[in-house]
């Protein structure tokens, strides 16, 4: 099974217990786009025209594709993968870098799989392993946008973790800059707007634009969070035509 496959299956598996969440929960969406782009939390899209580089020399090249087995096997639970081999696999490619292997975009998307993979599958409950395992997710982020600040996927994927010091509403922001049709971000950052209640008109007015401009699961995502808002706020008609709308929708 592929890193993305087994990625999408571990998140359709977690959008059933998001859709359950209060109103005032902010949450990162599903995959899937209305453009058709599958941008997912855990598979970065990180650019296709930099995925192959030239590479060092053999041994680099080996190291870096010992690496990339070792954790697109072992990325998901459900194929009965293994930390330490998800570890060894960040190692590998880690290695394969310092000696001269230089697909770099393609290294940090494996990396970051592997690591989230880590933090939120494999991370001892303990509040020590995993605040350790969710920084060096953070790290592997904040390495990644030194080499490639302007990519809004790596950026939205991001967010969730303030790299540079920047809180999540200036990457949410920076990425309509760089992107406006970017609806995952602009969504998001109406949650956040209503969240922190800053702008609950304009938070609105965004969540309703990427929600219009999206189909199948993100449209049902989004259509269920913005029911919840009106719900919590009080405007139950409005809600109910919102249900309306996605409950024919047709499942992905």
Same mark, same amino acid.
């Given at each position: 099974?592929?890193?993305?496959?087994?990625?999408?299956?571990?998140?359709?598996?977690?959008?059933?217990?998001?859709?359950?969440?209060?109103?005032?929960?902010?949450?990162?969406?599903?995959?899937?786009?209305?453009?058709?782009?599958?941008?997912?939390?855990?598979?970065?899209?990180?650019?296709?025209?930099?995925?192959?580089?030239?590479?060092?020399?053999?041994?680099?090249?080996?190291?870096?594709?010992?690496?990339?087995?070792?954790?697109?096997?072992?990325?998901?639970?459900?194929?009965?993968?293994?930390?330490?081999?998800?570890?060894?696999?960040?190692?590998?490619?880690?290695?394969?870098?310092?000696?001269?292997?230089?697909?770099?975009?393609?290294?940090?998307?494996?990396?970051?799989?592997?690591?989230?993979?880590?933090?939120?599958?494999?991370?001892?409950?303990?509040?020590?392993?995993?605040?350790?395992?969710?920084?060096?997710?953070?790290?592997?982020?904040?390495?990644?946008?030194?080499?490639?600040?302007?990519?809004?996927?790596? *950026?939205?994927?991001?967010?969730?973790? %303030?790299?540079?010091? =920047?809180?999540? $509403? +200036? &990457?949410?922001?920076?990425?309509? @800059?760089?992107?406006?049709?970017?609806?995952?971000?602009?969504?998001?950052?109406?949650?956040?707007?209503?969240?922190?209640?800053?702008?609950?008109?304009?938070?609105?007015?965004?969540?309703?634009?990427?929600?219009?401009?999206?189909?199948?699961?993100?449209?049902?995502?989004?259509?269920?969070?913005?029911?919840?808002? *009106?719900?919590?706020?009080?405007?139950? %008609?409005?809600?109910? =035509?919102?249900? $309306? +709308? &996605?409950?024919?929708?047709?499942? @992905?």
């Amino acid at each position: 099974m592929s890193v993305r496959a087994t990625t999408s299956l571990f998140l359709a598996t977690l959008l059933v217990a998001i859709s359950s969440l209060p109103a005032d929960a902010q949450v990162v969406e599903p995959p899937g786009s209305a453009s058709g782009l599958n941008r997912t939390p855990q598979s970065v899209g990180l650019g296709a025209e930099a995925q192959r580089r030239p590479c060092g020399g053999n041994r680099s090249k080996e190291m870096f594709f010992e690496g990339k087995r070792l954790i697109e096997r072992n990325v998901s639970d459900s194929t009965g993968g293994n930390r330490e081999v998800l570890e060894e696999g960040i190692r590998k490619i880690r290695r394969s870098r310092t000696l001269g292997h230089e697909e770099t975009l393609g290294a940090y998307q494996l990396m970051i799989d592997a690591q989230t993979s880590i933090a939120f599958i494999y991370a001892d409950p303990d509040f020590a392993d995993k605040k350790k395992a969710m920084y060096s997710l953070g790290s592997l982020y904040e390495d990644a946008l030194e080499i490639y600040p302007d990519n809004v996927e790596l *950026l939205y994927h991001a967010s969730s973790y %303030a790299p540079g010091g =920047k809180s999540r $509403e +200036e &990457i949410l922001r920076r990425i309509l @800059e760089l992107d406006p049709e970017f609806s995952f971000a602009r969504f998001s950052l109406g949650q956040l707007l209503i969240l922190e209640g800053k702008d609950k008109v304009a938070g609105e007015a965004m969540m309703r634009e990427a929600y219009r401009n999206s189909e199948g699961r993100v449209k049902e995502f989004r259509g269920r969070r913005l029911r919840a808002y *009106l719900i919590q706020e009080g405007r139950h %008609a409005e809600a109910q =035509k919102i249900l $309306e +709308e &996605i409950k024919d929708l047709p499942v @992905e």
